[in-house]
């Protein structure tokens, strides 16, 4: 057990919705990562935020956005859903820069 | 896009020695090496990092050669629950932030 934990463990939606991912961050990790996991395109990084503020950017959608809240949990939120939005999302958490831990993920399910 | 390259599939029997190799011919000299592992679909596990020297934890040992083009994790004694996929990182600073960027990783069965 990483100690960050994610809600839900699975979703299932379908095209064109929209849904939010939640991630809890090991207690005292200020920095909250999200990574995307689909079959085909393996673990991609998609955004990072440290203490509310974004910190980098990588192979995000438009149609994605994410936040840091004051508590530090950050929500992954995903609209007009795609079949190939369905993929593992994982959230990670470090202190500072250090090496990130990993949560269990969620699987989404786009129908 | 990630800096490494590694072997798609590796095997290795139980009790023996996995090495599972990576390249990194592009890093700066600044930057580390890290490991992870990926069990099944559970989240991605730190297993070592180093910067040039090699490194030795209670999971594995990291060996990075001098000139720091490649590196090599060593599972001294597999088991059957060390089957999984390892990556190998290259963690890349832009605008004074770290970024883990995985790549296809080795897909490591260890076998009875």
């Known amino acids: 057990d990483s100690g960050v934990t994610q809600t839900p463990k699975h979703l299932i939606t379908a095209t064109g919705q929209r849904v939010t991912l939640r991630c809890s961050p090991r207690?005292?990790?200020?920095?909250v990562y999200w990574y995307q996991q689909s079959l085909d395109q393996g673990l991609q990084f998609l955004i990072q935020y440290y203490n509310g503020e974004e910190r980098a950017k990588g192979n995000i959608l438009e149609r994605f956005s994410a936040q840091q809240f004051p508590d530090l949990h950050s929500e992954l939120n995903l609209s007009s859903l795609e079949l190939g939005d369905s993929a593992l999302y994982f959230c990670?958490?470090?202190?500072?820069?250090?090496?990130?831990?990993f949560g269990p993920g969620t699987r989404l399910t786009v129908l | 896009d990630a800096k490494t390259t590694q072997p798609p599939s590796m095997d290795c029997a139980e009790g023996r020695a996995a090495n599972l190799p990576c390249n990194h011919s592009t890093i700066s000299g600044n930057e580390y090496v890290y490991w992870y592992r990926q069990i099944h679909s559970q989240g991605p596990q730190y297993i070592i990092h180093g910067l040039k020297n090699n490194e030795t934890n209670e999971m594995a040992s990291l060996i990075i050669t001098e000139d720091r083009k490649s590196s090599t994790l060593i599972l001294p004694h597999a088991t059957l629950r060390d089957t999984a996929v390892y990556y190998c990182i290259v963690r890349v600073t832009t605008s004074g932030t770290y970024k883990y960027i995985f790549g296809t990783g080795t897909r490591l069965k260890v076998l009875a």
């Open positions: 990670a958490s470090s202190v500072d820069n250090s090496f990130p831990f």
């Open positions: 207690s005292g990790d200020l920095s």
